[in-house]
């Protein structure tokens, strides 16, 4: 055996094996959207779910997103026929009952889908803490440039969009960033005032 | 009961493998043969095990055994048995054991035909084998264990992917490639075993690994051909390639394991290129390992890739630990493997060998750049990029039409060196083919530069290959009074390597006129038809009759039947459909495909109004596209006659008394 030679040539697998283990860390499926930063598109959209008290909203009450300036919002896109949907239902509609009283809404919206499957389906998981509302021929996702469902876009008190999270979301990524959009909210607050 | 079948056979068999790995080469080392007898005794345990468990997975999937995880995850009562049974391989876990039982066939195969051959390359070989299986015997007993029990027991589950249970070649793509790509760890381990028993300087091996390597070689390329085909026919995209990383990951061991089986006829013929080829068939088996990382880690966005886990890890430390010993273990034997024959002469045969290795290789190392290239610039620069059939379209043509040229230049050329005389007679006349298949190119209406030399290079090779077949077969005529056809097959038969080489060759002539007459050629049109109205494609005209749906078994079917016009006369009707699966997103499209000499007629249903009033239809002409399958049979069916066995060669290897290791001098 030579293994000096033996040596250098092990020495070249490192970099091949160090990209591997780069890669694993990466997400291909993490495509970076444009809009996080920018200003979130308007919508008016009806109320087709009404969620439970305290969160709940009447059906056919338009939301608006215009109206909720100075709080945070979590904007849930989902559809029935969405099975990863169904992994992070339960875990929005309780982080969403964790807010009740702030100022932070959330909002979900259906995404080529009919009313009643959405219905159903909210029914049949057990009901949502908070409403839901539709997107007729899907205006609302295309604005947002819904990559496919469930995504969650969530919506600073400035109206910009802050974070862009594509697939389930989980608790804690949502708790962190609502989190700390609230603090910024109130020190920006404290200055004006 | 069957999940304790299933778990308790992996979980026995894992200690076997590991000290079957250990004893083999101490063994070996201290010249105990009884205990490499062990080492294979471990082997076939292995075997017998991991069959326990596949087959307590297949009984778990047919009986519907919901408390089996895996069966959870893909099994369903509506679904056919047919894909029930093929579920085995429609996901991870279950694609990971019939892996590992394939791998445990092969070493059983491997250990039982050759445990008579002298020497400790057997054994050593069965060594690697074995750490091969260990590796994924800890990925089913851990990460990838498809025998966990689901509390409660569900009723039913959700069924395979739609995508997979949609079309017959699920049943003959995957178990193809898996004796393809798990095959190549033989080559691999005999090479391994070559090195560790220095053997490697000998040309004995070659011809060992040589004759592994053309039949799991021939399983690959059916595989990938039969995968094209299931795309063509199942994605409606009508297509059958789009450089898809997994794609590519299934193509590039092939690339290698064809210079190799080129190559080492060089090395058998001339003692030449000897550590070209260990680094061949190395390369070989690291890529189906790549090939395999790639797939189950999630690392790169494929529509093959499965679902991820912490399996990509495991994958991840393999490639890390087969990389580095194979390197240092080649590098640091290296000095050995020097060449003691030299090229006579730049007009033979090892010349074409040579250039041939050039291009396949150069061929490889483009692909594998273009595939990993995503992730290079990903961790480097921080940005997403993508590389498209663009850039593999122009990389590839160049090489692949030089090849294509060579594949005729080769066989025609002596070895060692060829004389003016003997240029002129075997280069000359296949001239007249290339001649002809340009004109055709031309008339049918081919014009890209590169679409034409394919012609023309198909024609000239294929006029070469064919003459070899002719002149062949009228010498054995004249020289034994044969007929024409005893004069033939006993030619292909006395000389089957050879022959079935050439065989394979005129496959891929098929397969190659076929991609470049249906990439240059291709016509598609598209509209919404109302029950009565036409749409007309390159001269074909089809009619829609009417919209239909159905309930079945285990889906909802929508489709449209059309009928296919030919002057005024209705001649044949196709039936696109779409099908519905529950819990799935979207339609999984069926299209209809109607094959002619001259190409494909290919409908897909693209959407139909509710109510049945009109129907979207998208209408190929694909031309000789059938010729790609016929190849691809072609293919396989020179692989099958060139790995062979030879009747008499076979008894002189069984008859060869020498049952274990002879004592080896110690490397310590």
Known sequence: MNWKRSAIAAACAAPVIALFVVGMRIDPKDIPSPLPGTVAPSFALQVFAPGQAPLGRPIGDTVRLAEMRGQVVVLNFWASWCLSCRDEHAVLSEVARRYSGMPVRFVGSLYQDRTAAGTEWIAELGGQSYPSVEDPRARTAIDYGLYGVPETFII???????????????????????????????VAKAATQ | MNGLVGSGALMVSLPFLLLGMVIVPFGVRRQRPEWVALGYGAVYANFLLVSAA?????????????????????????????????????????????????????????????????????????MVLLAISSFFAILLVGPANPFHSVFPVLADGPGPNPLLQNHILMGVHPPLLYLGYVGMSVPFAFAIGALLSREAESNDWIRLTRNWTVLTWGFLSAAIIAGMWWSYDVLGWGGYWAWDPVENASFLPWLTATAFLHSAMVQERRSMLRLWNINLVVGTFVLTILGTFLTRSGIISSVHAFTTGTIGYYFLAFIAVVLVATLVLVAGTSDK??????????ASRETVFLLNNLFLTAFMFTVLVGT???????????????????????????????????????????????????????????????????????????????????????????TANVREFWIGTRARRAAHGEMWVVAFVRLVLGNRRRHGGYIAHLGVFFVALGITASSSLRTESEGTLKPGESLTVSGRTVRLKQVWGREEQQRSVIGATMEVLSAGRVVGTME????????????????DVRSGPRGDLYLNLMAVRPDGSSATVKAIFEPLVPWIWLGGGIIIAGALIGAWPAPTRRRESVAAVAPLPLPQESAA
């Open chain 1, 156 to 186: 600073a008190a400035d109206g910009r969009i802050a974070r862009k999270i594509t697939g389930p979301a989980e608790a804690a990524v949502v708790v962190r960033i609502v989190d700390s959009l609230l603090a910024v909210a109130s």
């Open chain 2, 54 to 126: 596949t087959a307590a997975m297949l009984v778990a999937l047919v009986t519907h055994d919901f408390s089996v995880s895996y069966v959870a995850q893909v099994g369903s009562r509506a679904t056919p048995l047919f894909y029930t049974i093929i579920s085995l391989w429609g996901a991870l876990e279950g694609s990971i054991l019939f892996w590992a039982w394939v791998l445990a066939l092969y070493s059983v195969l491997v250990v039982s035909t050759n445990r008579a051959r002298p020497g400790a390359l057997v054994p050593y070989s069965a």
């Open chain 2, 337 to 346: 493997l020097r060449t003691t024959g030299h090229l006579d002469s730049a």
């Open chain 2, 372 to 462: 990993l290239y995503p992730l290079v610039a990903e961790a480097v620069r921080g940005v997403k990029v993508s590389v498209g059939a663009p850039f593999f379209n122009r990389m590839s043509l160049p090489m692949i039409v030089a090849l294509l040229f060579l594949m005729g230049v080769g066989p025609a050329l002596p070895w060692k060196s060829a004389t003016r005389a003997e240029l002129r007679a075997k280069l000359l006349p296949p001239i007249v083919g290339a001649v002809v298949l340009t004109a055709v190119a031309l008339l049918m209406g081919i014009h890209s530069l590169f679409g034409v030399l394919a012609f023309a290079f198909v024609g000239y090779s294929a």
């Open chain 2, 576 to 591: 696109p459909r779409m099908n519905f699966y529950p819990l799935s997103q979207q339609p999984v499209p069926t299209p």
